[in-house]
């Protein structure tokens, strides 16, 4: 499949995609005003009220990707150029921690041809952190701002696993305490899912959307995955996928 598209077209997205995301994070941290975390009169695809900084993000996004494909965004939903490649992005990914302070948020780009992602970008803009895999490469993390690499080792020692929406789901709250399963809700499900690695498993519950998950289950599957249409479960430990994946089976 990827013998189709040519090495000029992947280096060159790769650059697009963390250009974009500086440009982004320059403009967050120096030139962020209060109309940004303003509410728009608009209502998203995804059908959220959109911030301002949301949609800045987004034409952002569209004004450096838009000539590998077309572009499906959480705020504009589908712009069709008639090509076989799918750009996938969630402008702001956490915008409730954004809109709190909360340094939780980030951005998630996905590339799809025809009917396989082949790209997951996701970036925390509170860190400068990127974590991405492209074109069946290694998975690689780095600072954008000085291009270092960050080590990518399975955390063996973690103590703690990720519950995005717990809050709507007591019942299974209550079976991972019962079973003494800690766990945090930080609010960014697409840097939630594609840290996966340094957790003992990242769940989400409730609306799957492609936004949310696209990149990071890309760059994830080397991992145990569970995916019904309401729930996604991500673990590196083969136990607690099984026990946790039990605990949703019976929601």
Excluded at 74 to 85: H, L, N, Q
Excluded at 123 to 149: E, H, Q, R, V, W
């Amino acid at each position: 499949m990827l013998t189709n598209i040519t090495d000029l077209y992947k280096n060159n997205f790769i650059k697009a995609v963390l250009s974009s995301n500086k440009e982004l994070y320059t403009y967050i941290h120096t030139n962020l005003n209060s109309n940004d975390l303003s509410y728009s009169n608009t209502i998203g695809y995804g059908g959220d009220n959109s911030l301002n900084i949301d949609l800045y993000a987004e034409k952002l996004f569209i004004k450096h990707l838009k000539t590998f494909g077309n572009i499906y965004s959480e705020e504009c939903g589908f712009i069709d150029t008639k090509s076989d490649f799918n750009i996938i992005i969630d402008p702001i990914d956490g915008s409730d921690n954004f809109m709190s302070n909360l340094p939780y948020y980030g951005t998630s780009i996905a590339l799809k041809y025809k009917d396989n992602i082949i790209a997951g970008f996701v970036y925390n803009l509170a860190n400068d952190t990127m974590i991405y895999k492209a074109f069946d490469s290694n998975i690689i993390s780095l600072k954008l701002f000085n291009s270092s690499k960050l080590d990518l080792n399975i955390n063996r020692l973690s103590k703690i696993g990720i519950f995005e929406r717990a809050y709507a789901y007591p019942t299974i709250c209550q079976k991972l305490y019962e079973n003494k399963i800690k766990y945090r809700s930080p609010g960014a499900v697409a840097l939630s899912l594609s840290n996966a690695k340094n957790y003992d498993f990242v769940l989400f519950c409730g609306e799957i959307r492609e936004f949310d998950i696209a990149a990071a289950l890309y760059i994830c599957s080397d991992l145990f995955i569970y995916k019904t249409h309401k729930n996604l479960l991500i673990s590196k430990n083969k136990l607690k996928f099984e026990l946790i994946k039990e605990f949703i089976k019976e929601e």
